[in-house]
């Protein structure tokens, strides 16, 4: 297959809180718009952390040396593999590399074909030592080996599913700093793990490991170690199989429902997601394919 290699559109970092910054540009899809990036074939990608995964490599795109997305092909179209590449700092988010990330949530968001995204390092034994990252409208799965330390926990924390070896080190170590996380981590630890842990894990800044993580549900699977990558990818198939409409209802659905303030309220949310694919071309498709006893194809429309 052709790798294609270019920058991403450039778009603009706050000087006052870059990180927290970014949570809120990466959450806001009215945000993942911009113009037609250039091309430049002759850049080179510098090594990163994270990866978000839609397809197996049939196109590179590379946003300022740090951040690197990979598209998978054939049986995988649809999975995005987005990788944090800054090797020197262990994955330390710069100006630079926030900026990547958000030019590569902007490509991917664009990008219809996407389906699930991946994001996981390249670096040997690092997740990420500081960084967030905000969901997309698709299910976005963190896969963690190494350290995940501060904005590294809260960029995993903000994606959907988290996929960890049992290597995998967490800490919240910001009151040691006489600071306080900054990028959501004091609001989606507690509804992850539940308020009375958080408070200790937050108070106490104490690092805590892969196994752990998975009995106070911070995790969905612990694996051996340097197997989660292949963990997360099946789960992703999994998902790429389904509806892809349905998949991004169900994600509202739970997302913007547990915000609301009761159950009503709640269940108000679902019935707008359900309404939305109830004369969907993939209803239509998946109710065919059952009768028919064969494999649906989904064309996300």
């Not at 198939?237 to 913007?256: C, F, T, V």
Request: with cysteine.
């Amino acid at each position: 297959m052709l790798r294609l290699r270019s920058i991403l559109s450039r778009c603009t970092v706050t000087n006052s809180c870059p990180v927290a910054y970014t949570v809120r540009y990466l959450h806001s899809s009215r945000h993942w718009r911009c113009p037609p990036h250039t091309s430049a074939p002759e850049a080179m990608a510098m090594p990163c952390h994270f990866r978000l995964f839609f397809c197996r490599t049939l196109i590179v795109q590379t946003a300022p040396s740090l951040v690197r997305i990979e598209k998978l092909s054939s049986s995988d179209s649809g999975i995005v593999d987005l990788k944090l590449e800054r090797a020197e700092a262990k994955n330390a988010i710069s100006k630079e590399m926030l900026k990547g990330l958000q030019n590569a949530i902007v490509e991917i968001d664009r990008d219809s074909s996407a389906k699930v995204v991946l994001v996981s390092s390249s670096i040997p034994r690092v997740f990420c030592a500081g960084a967030d990252l905000k969901a997309l409208s698709v299910p976005t799965i963190a896969v963690i080996e190494g350290a995940a330390l501060g904005g590294g926990l809260e960029m995993a924390l903000s994606c959907d599913l988290r996929i960890c070896g049992e290597d995998a080190v967490f800490c919240m170590p910001e009151t040691g700093l006489a600071i306080i996380p900054g990028a959501g981590g004091t609001q989606r630890l507690p509804r992850i793990v539940g308020r009375s842990l958080a408070k200790e894990l937050i108070y106490t800044a104490r690092r805590f490991g892969g196994r752990e993580a998975l009995t106070m549900g911070l995790a969905n699977y612990c694996v051996q170690a340097g197997e989660a990558y292949s963990k997360a990818l099946q789960i992703a198939r999994d998902i790429n199989e389904k509806g892809p409409l349905a998949i991004k209802m169900a994600k509202k659905a739970i997302d913007e429902g547990m915000l609301q303030g009761d159950l009503s309220s709640a269940m108000s949310v679902e019935r707008e997601c359900y309404e939305k694919l109830l004369y969907s071309q993939d209803r239509l498709e998946g109710l065919a394919a059952f009768a028919e006893k064969r494999k649906p194809i989904y064309a996300g429309k």
